[in-house]
């Protein structure tokens, strides 16, 4: 354990797989306190029990991340355990690949419901405890997809789209009041994510993308930037991208 977040607390949202769990796993090596929250209680709870085996301190709590109680319950639960929160990390997201004619407007707010509503919820409750402190991190898992328009991706591109222009927006708001707000915005990672929803298992198992710890670093730098610098947007790409 290097040690460069001793005695930081981090909140991660959607930490029961994938990017989330590569995150709080770098985070807790670095020596973070976590907070992380997610549907699948299960894997929340082992994820816990392996980080208090290697003397981290971490609670969890089980919850929808686009549902206004879950974000208040695990803002409320960091402040009971720990007394603060130095990093919140959005990470929470879903996609739905799906050309516009075929998407229900059940699927549009699914989508817009897990990847900005609840970058929302958890970043108002957030955000007068880092206020008060004068200093805190807060950084958003995005896309390329918020970045460039894709076809078959409209509605999934428009929410992180949305992210990106919440981010923006909120850089320029709080960064007087030391408030530190970046975004990571990687390509395909081989994840979970969007399997049966336009992604196969297989295909993602055979393909090339990202690694989720690929995108765990990137949090990493963001969160271990000194005090007077901060990263506004980390793009990603795989290396075996065609031009």
């Known amino acids: 354990?290097?040690?460069?977040?001793?005695?930081?607390?981090?909140?991660?949202?959607?930490?029961?797989?994938?990017?989330?769990?590569?995150?709080?796993?770098?985070?807790?090596?670095?020596?973070?306190?976590?907070?992380?929250?997610?549907?699948?209680?299960?894997?929340?709870?082992?994820?816990?029990?392996?980080?208090?085996?290697?003397?981290?301190?971490?609670?969890?709590?089980?919850?929808?991340?686009?549902?206004?109680?879950?974000?208040?319950?695990?803002?409320?639960?960091?402040?009971?355990?720990?007394?603060?929160?130095?990093?919140?990390?959005?990470?929470?997201?879903?996609?739905?690949?799906?050309?516009?004619?075929?998407?229900?407007?059940?699927?549009?707010?699914?989508?817009?419901?897990?990847?900005?509503?609840?970058?929302?919820?958890?970043?108002?409750?957030?955000?007068?405890?880092?206020?008060?402190q004068g200093t805190g991190t807060i950084l958003l898992v995005s896309s390329m997809a918020g970045i460039n328009g894709y076809p078959g991706q409209a509605v999934y591109c428009a929410t992180k789209f949305a992210q990106m222009g919440f981010a923006r927006s909120l850089d320029k708001e709080l960064r007087p009041k030391g408030i530190k707000v970046g975004v990571i915005c990687p390509g395909g990672v081989k994840t979970e994510f969007a399997i049966g929803k336009g992604r196969t298992q297989e295909g993602v198992a055979k393909s090339e993308m990202l690694d989720a710890t690929d995108v765990a670093a990137a949090i990493l730098l963001a969160c271990t930037q000194s005090a007077g610098s901060r990263i506004i947007e980390i793009q990603m790409r795989t290396m075996a991208e065609g031009l």
């Open 1 to 132: 354990m290097a040690g460069k977040l001793i005695g930081k607390v981090a909140i991660v949202t959607g930490a029961s797989s994938g990017i989330g769990e590569a995150a709080a796993r770098i985070l807790a090596s670095e020596g973070a306190q976590l907070v992380i929250t997610a549907r699948r209680e299960d894997r929340l709870k082992h994820l816990v029990n392996e980080f208090k085996e290697q003397g981290t301190k971490a609670i969890y709590v089980v919850g929808d991340a686009n549902e206004e109680e879950t974000a208040f319950q695990t803002v409320d639960a960091a402040m009971k355990e720990f007394g603060r929160i130095d990093i919140l990390l959005n990470n929470t997201g879903m996609g739905n690949y799906k050309d516009l004619v075929d998407t229900s407007v059940a699927e549009y707010d699914e989508m817009m419901g897990t990847n900005m509503r609840s970058t929302f919820l958890f970043t108002r409750f957030v955000v007068p405890h880092l206020i008060l």
